[in-house]
């Protein structure tokens, strides 16, 4: 059996000390200790699309459990920086765990060194808390605007981040995609992304059973986070 030098043996890692390098800078990450089987997950339509303005982000507001309905008023966009936030699809209170921590850890950098984390930062950030596997199912959209510019960023449950001018996920984004490919430009404004992207929620709701009952949409710019919630995809039409 492999040793190594100083006698540890590699097929028992609790033998092996090392800190946890994708662990936040004060305390612990939550276990996942739930049962698959009874997590609430969102079967959701989420998209994020940059512009000359800053990012727009729409969700819809169905959260499912099986084939039922949990809830017609499901928060999926949460701000976690002063101009940067987060869409949620997959298990529910993972995704809850992720925000919280995000926030903490994004006030802490802000507190300790006097300025905002970039967008590039908090992604990675992101990334690493999903790729340490305490936040089993989470597929979120990162949306923000920093010294940079705009950025829209998906961060796949495994970790790996993906820079993009659009994006969708959830189980309607293959429906949301469609619409994105043919309206999306660069260049649009935040009134005219905010168009497209509840024209790309729309057609996932028309054949996502997962998505529904309105949408959600924030609207990121320099000054900062402004989210509104509509019971109709219409009224943003």
């Given at each position: 059996m492999p040793q190594l030098p100083d006698g540890q043996n590699l097929s028992q890692p609790s033998?092996?000390?090392s800190e946890d390098v994708y662990g936040p800078e004060l305390g612990t990450l939550p276990e996942p200790e739930m049962d698959k089987s009874e997590m609430?997950?969102?079967?959701?339509t989420t998209v994020g699309l940059t512009t000359s303005e800053g990012v727009v982000l729409a969700t819809?507001?169905?959260?499912?459990?099986?084939?039922?309905?949990?809830?017609?008023?499901?928060k999926k966009i949460a701000e976690i920086?002063?101009?940067?936030a987060l869409t949620i699809s997959g298990a529910v209170s993972p995704a809850q765990a992720l925000i919280s921590n995000l926030r903490a850890e994004v006030d802490l950098y802000e507190a300790r060194r006097s300025e905002e984390m970039s967008m590039q930062a908090?992604?990675?950030?992101?990334?690493n808390f999903l790729r340490s596997g305490a936040f089993f199912i989470v597929h979120p959209i990162l949306g923000g605007v920093d010294?940079?510019?705009?950025h829209i960023y998906s961060i796949d449950p495994s970790g790996s981040v993906m820079e993009e001018d659009y994006n969708a996920t959830g189980s309607g984004s293959p429906f949301a995609?469609?619409?994105?490919?043919?309206?999306?430009?660069?260049?649009?404004?935040?009134d005219e992304a905010e168009t497209v992207a509840a024209h790309a929620v729309k057609s996932a709701v028309e054949r996502d059973t997962a998505s529904g009952n309105g949408i959600i949409v924030s609207t990121i710019t320099d000054e900062g986070v402004t989210t509104e919630e509509y019971e109709s995809?219409?009224?943003?039409?």
């Open positions: 033998l092996q000390t609430t997950k969102t079967g959701t819809d507001r169905r959260a499912s459990f099986g084939n039922m309905v949990s809830s017609k008023q499901a920086h002063p101009r940067g908090l992604s990675t950030l992101t990334s010294d940079e510019g705009s995609y469609g619409v994105l490919e043919q309206q999306y430009e660069e260049g649009l404004s935040n995809i219409d009224q943003v039409l």
